[in-house]
Nanobody, 116 residues
Framework: QVRLVESGGGLVEAGGSLKLSCAAS????????MGWYRQAPGKQRELVAT???????NYADSVKGRFTISRDNAKNTVYLEMNSLKPEDTAVYYC??????????WGQGTQVTVSS
């Protein structure tokens, strides 16, 4: 069984910063890709950023230059540092991992609210 525990969400004013963390545990074996997705009310879940095992990252255009994804392979943890936050960044943020068997797992989600 695989468990993903997210933390770091909250309420912040526009222009502020937050850092999300997601720690994976359980029968992981080896994690390939790790990433963050978000879902705003009434909208579909969308990709925010992903990072490969080798550290190659990919970002949604809307967050490029403001968000930074990183990972600690020894701790099976992925981070999302979010700067210059905007009200439109308000959403539930979900952690995702893809393990060596190609199976994908999701965290329970953490709320990020940016006030204007």
């Amino acid at each position: 069984q695989v468990r993903l525990v997210e933390s770091g969400g909250g309420l912040v004013e526009a222009g502020g910063s937050l850092k999300l963390s997601c720690a994976a545990s359980g029968s992981i074996f080896s994690i390939n890709d790790m990433g963050w997705y978000r879902q705003a009310p009434g909208k579909q879940r969308e990709l925010v950023a992903t990072i490969s095992k080798s550290g190659s990252s990919n970002y949604a255009d809307s967050v490029k230059g403001r968000f930074t994804i990183s990972r600690d392979n020894a701790k099976n943890t992925v981070y999302l540092e979010m700067n210059s936050l905007k009200p439109e960044d308000t959403a539930v943020y979900y952690c995702n991992i893809v393990i060596v068997t190609k199976r994908s797992y999701w965290g329970q989600g953490t709320q990020v609210t940016v006030s204007s």
